[in-house]
């Protein structure tokens, strides 16, 4: 195991942080992605402001027209890259940003998005141009698909066949991500609400989400069109109605929350595993991390959906993709991070079952300094009399869950019963004095991830007398997590059906379920740190592409809103439903 989290901290710290200069990390990955996002920005003349009307025009379905090549409706593909957008990184990325950056992470989430609306609309309208269409007249039930596309589709295509090296680097990139980031990640938050919440056992939750994700996506594109189109909107209507509710509830805290978010994103004091203390720059790196996994702008993932959409007219597909890192982030992320911070959620320690042999258990030491070493190695055992660690030394290890010291220990739920006697972190059990063994204690620590939200939604909702605010979360994260693993599925199958032809999509399917299976067993913290790792790498071959492509781009776009070919299609478009309307 240790093994294992050594190679996920190398892979991370390559990925995100970078080379060191003169002793400083520099993040890379923070750099390429806003660096991006602000060069598209300027040279699409703030397309993201200019344009986001039309983008909300084409998404209604006014200007569609059947007939053009394409397997899903502009308001499917959107759909679709929704359910992989707006999902687990509403619920449980927020208060991870908010754990380990402070309330400072929520704006540069909101950076992240309002630059990567350009960057969406930059790689999807090149995904739409440079798509391969395999046949318009083919059955548009077929399982595989009638279209093809994606960053690797338009590095090797765009940039031509002396790039197709990189183009082949994303597509095996991708393919591992979707493993990751769109699907173990969204099983294991299932897990641990679940858990969390009932008890129930990881390995049964597993089994049941990887069933229903396998019965969808065997259907293919189609299916997975149908699915999420219903899915993506009940699940957002459920979710921003309770959080719509609890703000509302606490309007008075609205400014002065705001007001913190602002101060904290550039003087950083209040992370609650102490990474904010002052570190603008932890801060920083964590509210980008999970404004790109949540939104997805740069990764080079949604296109794959849009690429699929009915339409001749790239920039159309571009315009619709504006919308994503707006409803994703700016709206829906926005509001779960209000509803932690207004109810005082994120920093208050909370009744917890401790179990012993849980991933969500760390080690930290003071620093003469006065700092604190983080991920120390376990010690044999751990003291506790009367409820209380007994540290030897100062700067002995002490017991943290989610990276955050528990103060007291108790054998009973109600916490009226202190333990005393050893905690034996590598056997994962405790021995009482008496030698009574326990594979878990009690106490009060913090929630981190879609625990915390649920928390939060709890609390909020309270006032109303609605007791059972958690289950909007619990909800959420059911369909969440298993609408966003649907739509990951068909990332990864096209560029399995890139490098190896359709023989591949099948085998890469059933891999995926099995994937989601095992990252509903896997420790919270492991899967994350692993699928971050991966997420950090993906986007460096897409993001040079949008680049160098940024000019054909600029091209089509002008031409787009110089011809505006959305006239004749509304015309088409209401023809066709007269037809439809007359029985012919």
């Known amino acids: 195991m240790e093994a294992v989290e050594r190679f996920i901290s190398t892979l991370d710290r390559i990925a995100w942080w970078g080379p060191t200069i003169g002793g400083e990390a520099v993040p890379l990955a923070v750099i390429m992605l806003l660096g991006t996002g602000l060069f598209l920005t300027v040279r699409l003349g703030f397309i993201q402001l200019r344009r986001l009307g039309h983008g909300f025009a084409v998404t209604t379905g006014k200007y569609d027209d059947p007939n053009e090549p394409g397997d899903v409706s502009h308001f499917q593909a959107l759909s679709t890259a929704l359910s992989a957008t707006v999902g687990i990184g509403n619920i449980a990325g927020v208060a991870i940003a908010l754990h380990w950056g402070g309330p400072g992470a929520l704006f540069w989430m909101w950076v992240t998005a309002f630059l990567g609306m350009a960057t969406k609309f930059t790689e999807v309208t090149l995904a739409q141009h440079y798509r391969v269409v395999e046949g318009i007249d ?217 179990t012993l042999s849980s991933g969500d258990i760390s080690w930290n030491a003071d620093r003469s300094d006065g700092s604190i070493a983080r991920g120390i190695s376990a010690p044999t055992q751990f003291e506790i009399v009367d409820g209380l660690p007994v540290a030897a030394t100062p700067d002995a290890p002490r017991f943290s869950w989610h990276d955050v010291r528990v103060d007291q220990f108790f054998t009973d739920v109600a916490q009226t019963a202190p333990f005393t006697g050893t905690i034996r972190p590598r056997e994962g059990r405790a021995v009482s004095a008496d030698g009574q063994e326990y594979t878990a204690l009690y106490g009060n620590a913090v929630r981190n991830g879609a625990p915390l939200t649920m928390a939060a939604f709890q609390r909020g909702l309270s006032k109303t007398g609605i007791q059972f605010g958690q289950m909007i979360v619990i909800l959420g994260v059911m369909l969440f997590s298993i609408s966003t693993a649907i739509a990951w599925s068909y990332y990864g199958d096209r560029c399995a059906n890139y490098l190896f032809g359709t023989a591949a999509i099948i085998p890469y399917r059933i891999v995926f379920v099995i994937m989601h299976f095992v990252g509903a067993v896997l420790p919270l913290a492991s899967i994350w740190a692993l699928g971050d790792a991966f997420l950090g790498v993906v986007i460096f071959p897409n993001l040079i592409a949008l680049l160098l492509l940024s000019g054909k781009v600029k091209q089509l776009t002008d031409s787009y809103f110089e011809r505006k070919p959305w006239v004749e299609n509304a015309e088409v478009h209401r023809r066709i439903v007269e037809e439809k309307r007359r029985g012919h």
């Open 138 to 354: 083919r059955d548009p039930a077929k399982w595989e698909g009638t279209v093809s596309g994606g960053p690797m589709y338009y590095i090797e295509r765009g940039l031509g066949p002396a790039c197709k090296p990189l183009a082949v680097l994303f597509a095996v990139l991708l393919g591992i991500t979707a493993f990751m980031t769109g699907n173990a990640i969204q099983a294991n938050t299932l897990a641990d609400t679940m858990n969390a919440q009932w008890g129930i056992s990881p390995w049964m939750t597993g089994l049941v989400s990887a069933s229903i994700v396998g019965m969808v996506i065997i259907g293919g594109i189609t299916r997975i069109g149908r699915v999420t189109g219903i899915l993506a909107p009940l699940m957002a209507a459920i979710y921003v109605g309770g959080a719509l509710i609890i703000i509302l509830l606490h309007l008075g805290d609205v400014i002065p929350t705001f007001a913190l978010i602002f101060r904290e994103a550039f003087n950083p004091t209040a992370g609650v595993a102490g990474t904010g203390l002052g570190v603008l720059l932890l801060t920083l790196m964590h509210g980008v991390r999970r404004g790109l996994f949540s939104n997805e702008a740069g990764q080079g993932s949604a296109p794959i959906a849009h690429a699929a959409a009915k339409t001749d007219e790239p920039v159309s597909e571009g315009v619709v993709a504006l919308l994503e890192p707006l409803i994703d982030t700016l709206v829906i992320c926005t509001m779960t991070g209000l509803v932690i911070i207004m109810t005082g959620a994120w920093d208050d320690k909370h009744a917890t079952t401790l």
